[in-house]
T-cell receptor
Framework: DGGITQSPKYLFRKEGQNVTLSCEQNLNHDAMYWYRQDPGQGLRLIYYSQIVNDFQKGDIAEGYSVSREKKESFPLTVTSAQKNPTAFYLC?????????????FGEGSRLTVL | GNSVTQMEGPVTLSEEAFLTINCTYTATGYPSLFWYVQYPGEGLQLLLKATKADDKGSNKGFEATYRKETTSFHLEKGSVQVSDSAVYFCALSRISSGSARQLTFGSGTQLTVLP
């Protein structure tokens, strides 16, 4: 089945450690996105990528980094510089060439900093 | 700037009750408007959309009408089911073409439907 796979589903990290969240899609979509979801705050855009080897900062990029070496993959690294990393992270994709505003989401990764 | 305001939850209804979830927005220009739904343990999925004033989006018995005069996009369903229990997000696109990279989301409304 086509879709977006995020891993791990749950992750615990000690303060000061970097952690990388995986996002893989087999929908052949050009564009991919990372969102952060906090209780009562909706979704906020961290980074997005329209094509391979290119990505742009979203509204809350500080303390995060991404790469887009393959069309299928868009990993997110939460660095030690992120002040409040405990959150639910959602990866999404869309058809860049026919951008209708529809996003396809993965099931999310919940990161807890101990 | 652009923003989306949704009614605060949680909302609890009995099966077959009428549902309204209010959504109002602030935006420049003519945004496209969306409702996304997040079922327990899943990511979000698009429920319906409207791209211009007076358009009505509909899907799975849900409806929402783009009201420019009141800057609203309220979600309605005539008879809810237990399976409709989820979190509902209203969203707008910052440009009229509805670009996914320009979406602004509301804070979400938790709906629980009791049998």
């Amino acid at each position: 089945d086509g879709g977006i796979t995020q891993s791990p589903k749950y992750l615990f990290r000690k303060e000061g450690q970097n952690v990388t969240l995986s996002c893989e899609q087999n929908l052949n979509h050009d564009a991919m996105y990372w969102y952060r979801q906090d209780p009562g705050q909706g979704l906020r855009l961290i980074y997005y990528s329209q094509i391979v080897n290119d990505f742009q900062k979203g509204d809350i990029a500080e303390g995060y980094s991404v790469s887009r070496e393959k069309k299928e993959s868009f990993p997110l690294t939460v660095t030690s510089a992120q002040k409040n990393p405990t959150a639910f992270y959602l990866c999404a994709s869309s058809i860049a060439g026919r951008d209708t505003g529809e996003l396809f989401f993965g099931e999310g990764s919940r990161l807890t900093v101990l | 700037g652009n923003s989306v305001t949704q009614m605060e939850g949680p909302v609890t209804l009995s099966e077959e009750a009428f549902l309204t979830i209010n959504c109002t927005y602030t935006a420049t220009g003519y945004p496209s408007l969306f409702w996304y739904v997040q079922y327990p343990g899943e990511g979000l999925q698009l429920l319906l959309k409207a791209t211009k004033a007076d358009d009505k989006g509909s899907n799975k018995g849900f409806e929402a009408t783009y009201r420019k005069e009141t800057t609203s996009f309220h979600l309605e369903k005539g008879s809810v089911q237990v399976s409709d229990s989820a979190v509902y997000f209203c969203a707008l696109s910052r440009i009229s073409s509805g670009s996914a990279r320009q979406l602004t989301f509301g804070s979400g409304t938790q709906l629980t439907v009791l049998p």
